[in-house]
């Protein structure tokens, strides 16, 4: 939990920087347990306008759980911790909790239909969520796995989606604040 507190404020003094000097359409990309970082950073940090999220759950403990790239993290725990009891202890690090400070900033949702590492369920799971909460969110499902992703061609339609969402967030949110910044004059 510390290292996952102290990316996020790393993060937040990055974005503090770039507003300091003079950016205002800012995002956030987060990848895999990243994706996870950038939620919080997004709920955290009002100067974030849009966040694309690449991999996606709503529990931090799950990922560790069930994914087979963090088999080793579970099994290091040696069934002394049930998965109930991490997620309860993981809580303030797990995007589930945040969803309701994301309403007033653009959202990409992009996971991967054979995803091993991240588990399709709880990626499905965390879209749900958005949904019924009617949180504005764009989705986008890749079909690979997680790792195939970063392969050909899949790195380029997810850093196609990725960068287009950005690029369309982010410039409407500059309009946005040009026409509120007229509005006030």
Known sequence: MQICRQAVLDARRAIAWLARQGYVRIGILGTSLGSCLSLLTTAHEPLVRAQALNHISPYFADVVWRGISTRHVREGLGGSIELDLLRALWKPISPRWYLERLRDRRTLLVYARYDLTFPVDLSEDLVREFRERQIPHDVV????GHYSTGKTPFKFV???ELTRFLQRALA????TSISAARSRR
């Open 172 to 175: 409407t949110s500059h309009l």
């Open 158 to 160: 997810d850093g196609w």
């Open 141 to 144: 499902t890749l079909r690979c």
